[in-house]
């Protein structure tokens, strides 16, 4: 993007910088040849009152991805072949998609014969959000990028086990509460969905890891205390 030359070279004047990931301080310092040392990172917030821990009593393979945008980086092609695959091999799962579909993402649903497996939703109020993360089974996040993936952090503080694409700030955020797969290999995405599937054992300890892991993230108030702290040092010429 022709925007980033004028942000490194904005950068140069700059003391300090916030990042909300430890993936995105490595990328600021790579492409920006910016000073790690001035990086501070702070994870950004979520509205924990609605993001809810949801316990599901019975599991139906359920899964589901938030795409908000449908552009190549969030690579809803591989998790759509990796259904595909699963489908193939006999075993039955569901995908609800939630975002704006491409043209040729649907044509692929069309092609691959996914159309009864897969439950689109579009422009969701956020309550009617919670209720179709709360409905789901497992959750996956397939990005081939993401500075801090909001969505990734809405499935783990409602309580889904998660499978991660092994790119960006995905691994950092899921932690323990998730599977991680290779983001161009929609077998090896296939395999880990097969796996929570089929493993109910496995399923269970991810879901307590992301029980435990939504006291990790922070509410907004707590990001702001964060910030402040942060201000405070620089107002007083520590920084």
């Known amino acids: 993007y022709s925007f980033l030359n004028f942000q490194k070279k904005n950068l140069r004047g700059v003391k300090k910088v916030i990042s909300p990931s430890t993936s995105s301080k ?20 979520i509205n924990l009152d609605d993001c809810k821990f949801h316990q599901r009593e019975k599991f139906n393979s359920n899964f589901v991805t938030i795409i908000s945008s449908d552009v190549p980086m969030k690579n809803l092609k591989t998790l759509l072949k990796a259904l595909h695959l699963l489908k193939h091999e006999g075993l039955s799962a569901n995908l609800t998609i ?17 159309t009864n497996e897969i439950n689109y939703k579009s422009k969701l109020t956020r309550a009617e959000l919670i209720q179709s993360l709360n409905h789901a089974d497992i959750g996956i996040a397939p990005s081939s990028y993401e500075g801090f993936g909001f969505p990734l952090v809405e499935m783990i503080a409602t309580g889904l086990p998660v499978i991660v694409s092994d790119k960006a700030s995905l691994p950092e955020l899921a932690g323990s509460a998730g599977l991680i797969f290779n983001s161009e290999d929609s077998g090896d995405l296939k395999n880990k969905m097969k796996e929570l599937i089929e493993n109910h054992v496995l399923r269970n300890k991810l879901t307590e890891n992301s029980k435990l892991r939504r006291d990790d993230f922070f509410g907004w108030d707590e990001y702001a205390k964060k910030l402040e702290d942060l201000y405070k040092e620089i107002i007083r010429g520590n920084i």
């Open 26 to 45: 490595k990328d600021i310092c790579r492409y920006f040849e910016y000073p790690s040392e001035n990086i501070s990172v702070i994870w950004n917030g």
């Open 98 to 114: 939630i975002g704006d579909l491409r043209e040729d993402n649907k044509k692929l649903i069309r092609n691959l014969g996914l």
